[in-house]
């Protein structure tokens, strides 16, 4: 029997290592959709080979009696360890393409896939740490570079991708398909609640939040096209989240509800009861308002009336933004836009959201010039940019150039910063690019997927043709602002 699983585990790794290399010829042929799908394959095929290898682990300990320290059970061990851990490069690179070939949904499951698969490599390597410390000199920073790290990036990079697909059936009229889409989306961002909860209170409270939000969504949806919450009609967990997330929602007697909005109201009590611990008063506020408006939806008076006495007991002042600017490594000016803007939320969330958004990309343009030019103060434009930009978006800065100063697109090199003429979409490529990243950038954003992750978020809200619900967009917008923004520190000259 054992030999029997070993020859299954090589003969699954040859076929995942076969899918891996016709997935890189045809990625370097530009066949982007064949590739995504042979490297999901491969990822599929290394999965199988960790299951088998723990079929292994499994017979040499409890039939064979094998400690678990002996060299053989080791051996095995590390190799179902590399397994695991080509699955989740394969389908992580599998995602990136099918997000590249707009094709959201296979995207979210690849990076299911690959959350599923890191939470496991976390057993076995018997880490259970979210960052890791990493010091150079006499600076620490700290990484989600570890297996449940790196899980928890791929559920937010899921959960994005279940956002777009979500709004897109609600904004064509599919409310039937919205409602579970969206609803995933939560399972998403409350596995990460709960990843986080034990280390890092201040962001367990925001992805509970965002958990929140996207259960009451899906629960007003699917009351809105009439679905009863019984359980063969009701919208079953995302199948990739983490299992806690089941068990979130069971009551005493061991029952869960399929009500995404008693989930939602379940979720805002969690949020609130943690907010309530570290002083969050502006959170538990929300949360608080949010009970008081589903819980009248659900005719629960107890839970209505409890939510209302907190809500007249709280602050008398109307607070809106979540996040105590106080903590974070902000320069004065940042925190005076963003107070600003939240003025203009109160009247238009669009608004104030664009007004920061708009302050930011100023700066970034004129950090990106200053980190360029630090080293090649003349054609900076001409050897740093222009070779990293795809010809479409070249031509497009130049017609930007050219409509808003009638002269030459040849003359653009010239100007005090050409970077104004680029368009915000253009401004992650320019850092994102290999040669760039690596000189220029990385010591100050130090994660390039974190980097893009945020960045794509503040895009998505800033191109023109993007509808995003006028309720939710400032906080959509501000926090990963902020995070850009956080890490804007030109490098002090040398004493």
């Keep these: 029997m054992l ?5 299954e585990a090589d003969n699954h790794i040859k076929r995942a290592q076969e899918q891996n290399s016709v997935a890189e010829t ?18 599929k095929e290394y999965f199988l ?8 682990l ?13 060299e053989e059970f080791s ?63 006499l600076i620490t920073t700290y990484v989600l570079d570890t297996p449940i790290g790196k899980a928890i990036t791929a559920f937010h990079n899921a959960a994005l991708a279940l956002y777009d697909i ?15 889409i969206i609803g995933d989306m939560g399972d998403a961002y409350l596995s990460i609640g709960l990843l986080y909860e034990k280390e890092d209170v201040d962001l367990a409270i925001e992805n509970f939040f965002l958990a929140a939000e996207a259960y ?102 109307f607070v809106i933004l979540p996040i105590d600017l106080n903590s974070k490594q902000l320069e004065t000016t940042d925190k005076e836009v963003i107070k600003s803007s939240l003025k203009k939320f109160a009247d238009d969330p669009k608004q104030g959201a664009y007004q920061l958004i708009s302050y930011l990309e100023l700066k970034l343009r004129n950090y990106i010039k200053a980190k360029l030019s630090s080293v090649n103060p003349t054609n900076w434009f001409l050897e740093l940019v222009i070779p990293v930009l795809d010809p479409n978006d070249l031509n497009t800065i130049q017609s930007n150039y050219k409509r808003e100063t009638g002269k030459n697109p040849d003359d653009l090199p010239r100007e005090d910063n050409p970077l104004n003429f680029v368009n915000i979409n253009h401004l992650p490529q320019i850092i994102s690019n290999t040669r760039n990243w690596n000189t220029f950038f990385k010591d100050d954003f130090v994660n390039l997927e974190e980097f893009n992750a945020n960045m794509l978020i503040i895009v998505r809200i800033r191109h023109p043709t993007m509808h995003v619900r006028q309720t939710g967009i400032f906080e959509l917008a501000v926090t990963p602002v902020i995070w850009i923004l956080e890490r804007l520190k030109l490098n002090e000259p040398e004493h």
């Excluded at 080979?49 to 292994?56: C, H």
């Design 3 to 7: 030999s029997e699983y070993l020859v």
């Design 26 to 43: 045809k990625e370097s042929s530009k066949e982007i959709v064949d590739a995504a799908g042979h490297y999901f394959s491969a990822g």
């Design 49 to 56: 080979a960790g299951v088998k290898l723990n079929a292994v």
């Design 58 to 70: 499994r017979t040499l300990e409890y039939v064979l009696r094998v400690s678990s320290s002996d």
């Design 75 to 137: 051996k095995y061990k590390l190799k179902q360890i590399n397994v695991f851990e080509n699955s989740c490069s394969c389908y992580e690179k599998a995602a990136q393409l099918f997000r590249n070939s707009d094709n959201r949904f296979q995207e979210s499951k690849a990076y299911g896939l690959a959350a599923s698969n890191y939470l496991k490599l976390a057993e076995l390597k018997n880490d259970r740490t979210i960052q890791r410390e990493v010091t150079e000199g």
């Design 166 to 180: 979500g709004t897109k059936y609600r904004n064509s009229g599919e409310i039937d398909k919205a409602y579970v």
């Design 216 to 317: 009451k969504e899906s629960g007003q949806l699917a009351k809105k096209v009439g679905i009863p919450t019984i359980v063969h009609h009701a919208r079953m967990e995302w199948h990739y989240a983490i299992k806690e997330v089941i068990e979130f929602f069971k009551d005493e007697y061991g029952y869960s509800t399929c009500d995404d909005i008693k989930r939602a109201i379940k979720v805002y009590n969690k949020t609130k009861e943690l907010a309530q611990k570290t002083k969050n008063e502006k959170t538990a506020y929300e949360c608080s308002k949010a009970i008081l408006s589903l819980s009248s939806v659900i005719e629960e008076p107890k839970v209505s009336i409890k939510s209302c006495q907190e809500i007249c007991e709280s602050t008398s002042e």
